[in-house]
């Protein structure tokens, strides 16, 4: 289909008697066809990124966005009395939890943009990760239909399934094909488990509860499952191309392991390897070593995936088998390079009957990367030390991005023309030129006012409707939204929230500036702690807002199964970022990134990309609080006593004995006790306030009270908040997927 048949088929779309969802899948397949129609012929070298989750969320306007159909669709439409935003009752493809699957969608949409060969390899999930409502203040989890609305932006191929073998069954793994377009068409290709009802349950929900035997069972299949369907066809194709001879396979093939979910795809590609085809072990691991690399997204240990050997041995003995011929070979290398006993046992791929999928990618992969400068730091100097010495040229550092495309130009289109008529379009396809937007701050302030109070109004429109609470329109929007972690410390916001509240209440705060707090999170289903925070935010919210003396001041929202369309009228709307883990603990953050591209200012720790995004847009632009990582070790050396804080600081005991006091009530389910308990007396597996939450407390809440005040003066509040956008650049995912591909890709 060319331009004009699209443009006749939209003009001659009957609108009558349909409803929104058979509109939706009508303009999409005719958007699907011109896409496809412009597709591009595949290249020789391919870099794969393999990610147990794709967070892509809506498609629909995005996609007509990047074919450059999207105003002419929103014009046809409106001529027909359609508003475009209708569409907006599609729910997102949920296929990710958070952060790393929404930098895998990012990646593939930059690369598309940027022309470059890039194709994703993933798992069609039918229930993505669970809808979120809160009833009673309580986390309660949905099931998230998503294909319920169809699913017009994938292809099944039918002829192109693979099987996939278990020792107890067999598994058909069927692809659809997700095109990512841009200045190319890549293509995203996510499998889907299918065969028999016990197949069938491998693809059935992201992440299934893994704190049970049945629970890592199923997940050891997923991972497995989808990283065998990747390599096992890039080695078909790859035969079927060049033959049987794979000396040049890692010429034409790169393979990105996002975190250590895929890591097993390294095995299989040997086994397939010295199986099917009987290449000698050595060379099979040498074809191996050219062809992964590694990309780590965490330094908490809890997330650092190791497989009980019985559990391998059980589904998977040839991959079983492999690993410990991989692990022989590691012992082999230990003696040549003379490391000691405990160094050995840092490194081993294999130990206490338990394989590291982090070591196992260290070993074998080409090259391992953090996604911020300090994150990348923390693993050489830390968790991956013993590594780094032996192995230093495979350490490098890709701090994550963004893409503007979503991030600002659809989400933002406000923002962005007031960027276009100060600086010129160029920016939308160079990204490096928005750095011209620092000269022309001062111009345009009061037009970024304007355009921030229009963005503010739009979002508390949505939160009426979707939350059924009404914001006012002067209110200064701070936000926090993210998975619930202990380490984001969602809770120590929530005290720093109370104590303000206490400071109102008592006349102790004066001349404060209206301001909401805004929330959004979901907790993995079996984490009781971060339900629980879940619930005493909620508490707080109900108190605060029904509070005559300081509602006019003070309002506290949580909103509902925040995904990446909600996201996307959080960032626009919002003035100040919160973004205060535990130094050391974020690798990244790319929320972080999204606030400071829509001209929010950071209210955050030194951690992560905060670091850097404080470099970029200046210190004195954005409001830096709490211990840093070298503070932080020290305490965490010489001893910390958050209970002697308690004792002196009758603010902190406030706020926080609010959770035992009767104050709020979690439901007699005793959760708040055992938040309390954290904080104070600690548990078998951590000391008291391991994430530092009351050391950290007092420098929040003084540098919330900092922002109100800098507030006042609302100029130069929008100087420093167009500071941020103005040097946001560095955070475009081209920026770092042209790092990727220089560095390690070589495409
Ligand atoms: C960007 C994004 C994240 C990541 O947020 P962080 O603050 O970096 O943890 C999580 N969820 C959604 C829906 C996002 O869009």
Same mark, same amino acid.
């Given at each position: 289909?060319?331009?004009?048949?699209?443009?006749?088929?939209?003009?001659?779309?009957?609108?009558?008697?349909?409803?929104?969802?058979?509109?939706?899948?009508?303009?999409?397949?005719?958007?699907?066809?011109?896409?496809?129609?412009?597709?591009?012929?595949?290249?020789?070298?391919?870099?794969?990124?393999?990610?147990?989750?794709?967070?892509?969320?809506?498609?629909?306007?995005?996609?007509?966005?990047?074919?450059?159909?999207?105003?002419?669709?929103?014009?046809?439409?409106?001529?027909?009395?359609?508003?475009?935003?209708?569409?907006?009752?599609?729910?997102?493809?949920?296929?990710?939890?958070?952060?790393?699957?929404?930098?895998?969608?990012?990646?593939?949409?930059?690369?598309?943009?940027?022309?470059?060969?890039?194709?994703?390899?993933?798992?069609?999930?039918?229930?993505?990760?669970?809808?979120?409502?809160?009833?009673?203040?309580?986390?309660?989890?949905?099931?998230?239909?998503?294909?319920?609305?169809?699913?017009?932006?994938?292809?099944?191929?039918?002829?192109?399934?693979?099987?996939?073998?278990?020792?107890?069954?067999?598994?058909?793994?069927?692809?659809?094909?997700?095109?990512?377009?841009?200045?190319?068409?890549?293509?995203?290709?996510?499998?889907?488990?299918?065969?028999?009802?016990?197949?069938?349950?491998?693809?059935?929900?992201?992440?299934?509860?893994?704190?049970?035997?049945?629970?890592?069972?199923?997940?050891?299949?997923?991972?497995?499952?989808?990283?065998?369907?990747?390599?096992?066809?890039?080695?078909?194709?790859?035969?079927?191309?060049?033959?049987?001879?794979?000396?040049?396979?890692?010429?034409?093939?790169?393979?990105?392991?996002?975190?250590?979910?895929?890591?097993?795809?390294?095995?299989?590609?040997?086994?397939?390897?010295?199986?099917?085809?009987?290449?000698?072990?050595?060379?099979?691991?040498?074809?191996?070593?050219?062809?992964?690399?590694?990309?780590?997204?965490?330094?908490?240990?809890?997330?650092?995936?190791?497989?009980?050997?019985?559990?391998?041995?059980?589904?998977?003995?040839?991959?079983?088998?492999?690993?410990?011929?991989?692990?022989?070979?590691?012992?082999?290398?230990?003696?040549?390079?003379?490391?000691?006993?405990?160094?050995?046992?840092?490194?081993?791929?294999?130990?206490?009957?338990?394989?590291?999928?982090?070591?196992?990618?260290?070993?074998?992969?080409?090259?391992?990367?953090?996604?911020?400068?300090?994150?990348?730091?923390?693993?050489?100097?830390?968790?991956?030390?013993?590594?780094?010495?032996?192995?230093?040229?495979?350490?490098?550092?890709?701090?994550?991005?963004?893409?503007?495309?979503?991030?600002?130009?659809?989400?933002?289109?406000?923002?962005?023309?007031?960027?276009?008529?100060?600086?010129?379009?160029?920016?939308?396809?160079?990204?490096?030129?928005?750095?011209?937007?620092?000269?022309?701050?001062?111009?345009?302030?009061?037009?970024?006012?304007?355009?921030?109070?229009?963005?503010?109004?739009?979002?508390?429109?949505?939160?009426?409707?979707?939350?059924?609470?009404?914001?006012?329109?002067?209110?200064?929007?701070?936000?926090?939204?993210?998975?619930?972690?202990?380490?984001?410390?969602?809770?120590?916001?929530?005290?720093?929230?109370?104590?303000?509240?206490?400071?109102?209440?008592?006349?102790?705060?004066?001349?404060?500036?209206?301001?909401?707090?805004?929330?959004?999170?979901?907790?993995?289903?079996?984490?009781?702690?971060?339900?629980?925070?879940?619930?005493?935010?909620? #508490? !707080?919210?109900?108190?605060?807002?029904?509070?005559? %003396?300081?509602?006019? @001041? &003070?309002?506290?929202?949580?909103?509902? +199964? *925040?995904?990446?369309?909600?996201?996307?009228?959080?960032?626009?709307?919002?003035?100040?970022?919160?973004?205060?883990?535990?130094?050391?603990?974020?690798?990244?953050?790319?929320?972080?990134?999204?606030?400071?591209?829509?001209?929010?200012?950071?209210?955050?720790?030194?951690?992560?990309?905060?670091?850097?995004?404080?470099?970029?847009?200046?210190?004195?632009?954005?409001?830096?609080?709490?211990?840093?990582?070298? #503070? !932080?070790?020290?305490?965490?050396?010489?001893?910390? %006593?958050?209970?002697? @804080? &308690?004792?002196?600081?009758?603010?902190? +005991? *406030?706020?926080?004995?609010?959770?035992?006091?009767?104050?709020?009530?979690?439901?007699?389910?005793?959760?708040?006790?055992?938040?309390?308990?954290?904080?104070?007396?600690?548990?078998?597996?951590?000391?008291?306030?391991?994430?530092?939450?009351?050391?950290?407390?007092?420098?929040?809440?003084?540098?919330?009270?900092?922002?109100?005040?800098?507030?006042?003066?609302?100029?130069?509040?929008?100087?420093?908040?167009?500071?941020?956008?103005?040097?946001?650049?560095?955070?475009?995912?081209?920026?770092?997927?042209?790092?990727?591909?220089?560095?390690?890709?070589?495409?």
């Amino acid at each position: 289909m060319d331009r004009n048949e699209f443009t006749n088929k939209l003009k001659g779309l009957v609108t009558d008697g349909k409803t929104t969802v058979e509109l939706y899948n009508e303009i999409s397949a005719y958007a699907m066809s011109y896409g496809l129609a412009k597709a591009t012929k595949p290249a020789e070298r391919n870099a794969y990124y393999l990610s147990m989750e794709f967070l892509i969320g809506r498609s629909f306007y995005n996609n007509l966005m990047e074919l450059g159909l999207l105003e002419e669709t929103r014009e046809v439409l409106a001529q027909k009395g359609i508003d475009i935003n209708i569409f907006e009752e599609i729910e997102d493809a949920a296929l990710g939890n958070g952060g790393l699957g929404r930098l895998a969608a990012c990646f593939l949409d930059s690369a598309a943009g940027l022309g470059l060969p890039l194709q994703g390899y993933g798992v069609r999930y039918k229930y993505g990760l669970f809808k979120q409502a809160i009833r009673n203040g309580f986390q309660v989890e949905l099931p998230d239909d998503w294909q319920r609305f169809g699913d017009p932006w994938s292809i099944r191929k039918d002829n192109e399934k693979r099987i996939i073998k278990f020792a107890d069954m067999l598994v058909t793994a069927v692809p659809y094909d997700v095109p990512v377009f841009g200045k190319r068409v890549n293509n995203l290709r996510l499998w889907q488990a299918e065969g028999s009802a016990a197949a069938e349950k491998i693809s059935e929900y992201l992440y299934p509860a893994d704190d049970t035997e049945e629970g890592k069972l199923l997940r050891l299949r997923q991972e497995y499952f989808f990283s065998a369907a990747a390599v096992g066809e890039l080695i078909e194709k790859h035969v079927k191309k060049y033959g049987k001879r794979f000396d040049n396979f890692a010429d034409f093939n790169v393979i990105q392991l996002n975190d250590t979910h895929p890591v097993l795809a390294i095995a299989e590609l040997i086994r397939i390897l010295t199986a099917d085809y009987k290449i000698p072990f050595p060379d099979a691991l040498e074809v191996a070593k050219k062809t992964f690399a590694y990309t780590n997204h965490t330094v908490l240990p809890e997330a650092l995936e190791c497989w009980g050997a019985d559990l391998v041995k059980k589904i998977l003995p040839d991959i079983y088998a492999l690993l410990i011929k991989i692990h022989l070979r590691q012992k082999e290398v230990f003696e040549r390079i003379k490391c000691t006993k405990e160094e050995a046992l840092d490194m081993s791929i294999y130990s206490n009957e338990k394989f590291s999928m982090a070591n196992l990618a260290l070993a074998v992969g080409k090259s391992v990367n953090g996604v911020a400068k300090l994150h990348s730091e923390i693993l050489k100097n830390s968790l991956f030390k013993t590594a780094y010495k032996y192995y230093p040229d495979k350490f490098q550092n890709k701090t994550n991005g963004i893409t503007q495309r979503r991030w600002l130009m659809l989400c933002n289109r406000e923002l962005s023309s007031l960027i276009d008529g100060a600086i010129g379009d160029g920016w939308r396809n160079d990204m490096s030129l928005l750095n011209d937007l620092n000269g022309r701050v001062e111009d345009i302030a009061d037009d970024f006012i304007r355009v921030k109070a229009e963005k503010k109004r739009q979002l508390f429109e949505h939160l009426r409707i979707n939350e059924g609470v009404d914001i006012p329109e002067d209110f200064i929007v701070f936000s926090q939204v993210k998975r619930l972690h202990e380490y984001k410390r969602q809770l120590m916001t929530a005290f720093a929230i109370l104590e303000i509240y206490k400071g109102l209440k008592d006349g102790k705060i004066k001349d404060f500036q209206p301001s909401v707090f805004v929330f959004g999170a979901k907790s993995a289903p079996s984490y009781n702690r971060a339900k629980a925070i879940i619930k005493f935010i909620n #508490e !707080i919210a109900a108190k605060v807002n029904a509070d005559k %003396d300081t509602n006019g @001041l &003070l309002r506290v929202v949580f909103v509902q +199964n *925040y995904n990446v369309s909600y996201a996307e009228k959080i960032v626009a709307g919002t003035d100040v970022s919160l973004q205060v883990s535990t130094a050391g603990l974020e690798a990244s953050g790319t929320g972080n990134m999204k606030f400071m591209m829509n001209g929010a200012v950071t209210c955050g720790t030194m951690d992560g990309a905060n670091i850097e995004i404080v470099e970029l847009a200046g210190r004195e632009n954005n409001y830096i609080f709490g211990a840093e990582v070298d #503070e !932080i070790e020290r305490l965490k050396k010489d001893g910390y %006593d958050p209970c002697k @804080l &308690l004792k002196s600081n009758a603010l902190h +005991n *406030y706020a926080v004995s609010s959770l035992i006091d009767g104050t709020f009530s979690d439901g007699g389910k005793g959760c708040f006790k055992e938040l309390y308990d954290a904080l104070t007396v600690g548990a078998s597996w951590h000391k008291p306030d391991n994430y530092f939450v009351l050391h950290d407390l007092e420098s929040l809440v003084n540098a919330l009270l900092k922002i109100n005040s800098d507030y006042k003066d609302g100029k130069a509040f929008a100087v420093k908040q167009l500071k941020n956008t103005a040097n946001s650049a560095h955070f475009s995912s081209d920026r770092t997927i042209k790092e990727y591909a220089e560095d390690i890709w070589e495409i």
